[in-house]
């Protein structure tokens, strides 16, 4: 299809280990969203692409989350030394536009759970 | 930081029956944004409303952008089974990235 897809879909991981988490955004989104959703409750900002360039990363909880976008179309976050609280939902959003003014399109999320 | 405040946190109702749900937020907005998201799936966006005082429908929805730019609703008209899920409102200001998400009103309609 032509959605935004993410893998895994789920993923169990053991404390303190490190994940991936991909994001393929929709073919030409120039704008790239991740966004972490907590058991109940609503999505929380992470960090934004446009292209390539991170613009805002204040929404990373910490310097164990690190996400790139190199070519300015896949996206990866990565998650160091997982902890307990990190269990969550992280959703990626990517828009045709400049900023958030245009609509975001989301992906189905990658579950994470760290035991 | 901003923080978005929806009620209510669920309802339960008859097929058929209208519904309102509303976004209340302590710092103004210029864009408010409406998603409903289902179980394994991402939000997808139902409504956007970019001017204060604005009304915007969308079939059985319709929303409002509260005058104050601090709150905005939500009503659905003749609910049906498929309007099960959770309701999320936004907020977004144009010289920032990121939407504000509030923590969502669960709606289960009865049939």
């Known amino acids: 299809g032509a959605g935004v897809s993410q893998s895994p879909r789920y993923k169990v991981a053991k404390r303190g280990q490190d994940v991936a988490l991909r994001c393929d955004p929709i073919?030409?989104?120039?704008?790239l969203f991740w966004y972490q959703q907590a058991l109940g409750q609503g999505p929380e900002f992470l960090t934004y692409?446009?292209?390539?360039?991170?613009?805002?990363k204040s929404g990373l909880p910490s310097d164990r989350f690190f996400a790139e976008r190199p070519e300015g179309s896949v996206s990866t976050l990565k998650i160091q030394r997982t902890q307990q609280e990190d269990s969550a939902v992280y959703l990626c959003?990517?828009?045709?536009?400049?900023?958030?003014?245009?609509?975001?399109?989301f992906g189905p999320g990658t579950r994470l759970t760290v035991t | 930081g901003q923080q978005l405040n929806q009620s209510p946190q669920s309802m339960f109702i008859q097929e058929g029956e209208d519904v309102s749900m509303n976004c209340t937020s302590s710092s103004i907005f210029n864009t408010w944004l409406w998603y409903k998201q289902d179980p394994g799936e991402g939000p997808v966006l139902l409504i956007a409303?970019?001017?204060?005082?604005e009304l915007t429908s969308n079939g059985r929805l319709t929303a409002q952008f509260g005058t104050t730019r601090k709150d905005s609703f939500l009503n659905i008209s003749a609910s049906i089974p498929s309007d099960v899920g959770i309701y999320f409102c936004?907020?977004?200001?144009?010289?920032?990235?990121?939407?504000?998400f509030g923590d969502g009103t669960t709606l289960t309609v009865k049939p």
């Open positions: 073919s030409g989104h120039v704008s």
């Open positions: 959003a990517s828009s045709r536009g400049l900023g958030g003014i245009y609509e975001q399109y």
């Open positions: 409303l970019y001017k204060a005082g």
């Open positions: 936004a907020g977004y200001n144009t010289n920032a990235g990121k939407s504000t």
């Open positions: 692409f446009q292209n390539e360039a991170q613009l805002d």
